[in-house]
């Protein structure tokens, strides 16, 4: 059974840093490329990154280039996505996604909420 079980959001103020993590379990963790997305409240599921199955393959999308990134280990089935630099506009539910046996699984999310 995979599941997917997001943790380490939270309130922090404009400029804060937070690293989420992402925990995987049911499939074989090292071969499957990891998403971030993000969904803030009436707008729809956006994508914030993706990490390939070697931990350099990494991408993030402009909005947050230079202030996420993206992280793996292998050995502990967890995906990172360290954010530095944060702005009320990243305020959201943030989901981690693997695509895995032609099925997409998503965690519960958690969320995030940058405001002073």
């Known amino acids: 059974q995979v599941q997917l079980v997001e943790s380490g959001g939270g309130l922090v103020q404009p400029g804060g840093s937070l690293r989420l993590s992402c925990v995987a379990s049911?499939?074989?963790?090292?071969?499957?490329?990891m998403n971030w997305y993000r969904q803030a409240p009436g707008q729809e599921r956006e994508l914030v990154g993706t990490?390939?199955?070697?931990?350099?393959?990494?991408n993030v999308v402009d909005s947050v280039k230079g202030r996420f990134t993206i992280s793996r280990d292998n050995l502990k089935n967890t995906v990172y996505l360290q954010m530095s630099s944060l702005k009320p506009e990243d305020t959201a539910v943030y989901f981690c996604?693997?695509?895995?046996?032609?099925?997409?699984?998503w965690g519960q999310g958690t969320q995030v909420t940058v405001s002073s």
């Open positions: 049911g499939f074989t963790f090292s071969t499957v490329a």
């Open positions: 990490i390939g199955m070697v931990p350099w393959s990494t």
């Open positions: 996604d693997a695509r895995w046996n032609r099925v997409n699984y």
